[in-house]
Nanobody, 122 residues
């Protein structure tokens, strides 16, 4: 069941940027952690970044540090993922999710969006 709403994906050239947005819903009221994951065709879903609503603590996958930035706007109940210096290997469906546990493991996230496609052309 889709409970979050992502937007902002699209087609971009190598080196370009995108900003993904995730609008919160009822399921996030009891979940302090928001995460972004991605899944490329034929690959497993992988952790990208996470942030807490309460303190803004952030964590990134090592391969994305310095290029991607997660942020939140509590007043708008929205979490963002800023993607910079994009590479073709960043092509994937990007999902936001919510969890009660601060974790890299997608299995601990139980509130998900439908995903937004990011395609990076070479």
């Amino acid at each position: 069941q889709v409970q979050l709403l992502e937007s902002g994906g699209g087609l971009v050239q190598t080196g370009g940027s995108l900003r993904l947005s995730c609008a919160a819903s009822d399921c996030t009221f009891s979940r302090d952690v928001m995460g972004w994951f991605r899944q490329a065709p034929g690959k497993e879903r992988e952790f990208v970044a996470a942030i807490t609503w309460s303190g803004g603590t952030t964590t990134y996958a090592d391969s994305m540090k310095g290029r991607f930035t997660i942020s939140r706007d509590n007043a708008k109940n929205t979490v963002y993922l800023h993607l910079n210096s994009l590479k073709p290997e960043d092509t994937a469906v990007y999902y936001c999710a919510a969890s009660r546990t601060y974790s890299y493991d997608f299995g601990t996230y139980d509130c998900w969006g439908q995903g937004t496609q990011v395609t990076v052309s070479s």
